[in-house]
Every structure is written in structure tokens, then in C-alpha cells.
């Protein structure tokens, strides 16, 4: 078997502090997160990351998340935007696409409950 040399992983180059993409919508929640500070580089991708490395640092990113004082200010800022990369609010992009699914299929009940009832009350 062939060992390959130890490589350390490569963060990717992002700014030094985090900010929401459209800075005019967004509260001041994001003066709080505790992801401005030292972990900038844990919540975004580098590019040709493998797999593994890419789930490592996303749960590293998530343990952030968690300890943060606004997390969900800064899920449903992600969610609203939607912020296509990233971890946000301890959620990456593919699990907030899964949230949004979710929300879409409640919004089209909920909407047709409605309705019915509507319907049934005329």
C-alpha cells in the first residue's frame, strides 16, 4: 500500500470576518457571531477538498455554530437569502436546501387546508 505524506488541510481563503451577503437586509446579529473572530475559515470550502476533509471541517464548523449566541438569527438569514455556500447557523448548503424543501411542502398544505376550509365555510 502506498502511504502518501501527511498534507495539512488547506482552509479556504475567505475574509477575515464573516458577514451576511447583503449587509442592507441583515439585523445586527451579525456584530455577535461568534464566527467573526478566529474560525472564518472553517465555514467555506477550499476548493478540490476531499470528502472526508470537507466533513471534518463542517462538523468543526457546526461545533462553533452551536456555542454561538445568534445561530439561528444567522439560519434564517441564510435561509432567506439563500446563502448557497457555507456553513450558516449550523447548517450547511445542503441541509439548508433540505429546510427549504420542507418549509415549501408545509407552505403548499398549509395553503390547501386553507382552502378547503374556505370552500367548506362558502
Not at 49 to 54: D, Q
Not at 71 to 95: K, N, S
Request: aromatic share 4%; hydrophobic share 40%.
Amino acid at each position: 500500500m502506498l502511504h502518501m505524506p501527511h498534507q495539512p488541510l488547506q482552509v479556504a481563503a475567505v475574509p477575515s470576518q464573516r458577514v451576511p451577503a447583503r449587509e442592507d437586509e441583515a439585523g445586527p446579529w451579525h456584530t455577535e457571531a461568534v464566527c467573526r473572530r478566529d474560525e472564518a475559515g472553517l465555514f467555506f470550502a477550499p476548493s478540490k477538498e476531499p470528502t472526508a476533509a470537507r466533513l471534518s471541517r463542517e462538523e468543526a464548523a457546526k461545533r462553533v455554530c452551536a456555542r454561538c449566541p445568534v445561530m439561528v438569527a444567522c439560519r434564517e438569514h441564510a435561509l432567506l437569502q439563500p446563502e448557497p455556500y457555507g456553513v450558516w447557523g449550523g447548517l450547511t448548503a445542503a441541509e439548508r436546501r433540505v429546510v427549504l424543501a420542507r418549509r415549501r411542502r408545509r407552505d403548499v398544505e398549509l395553503r390547501k387546508t386553507a382552502a378547503e376550509g374556505i370552500a367548506k365555510a362558502g
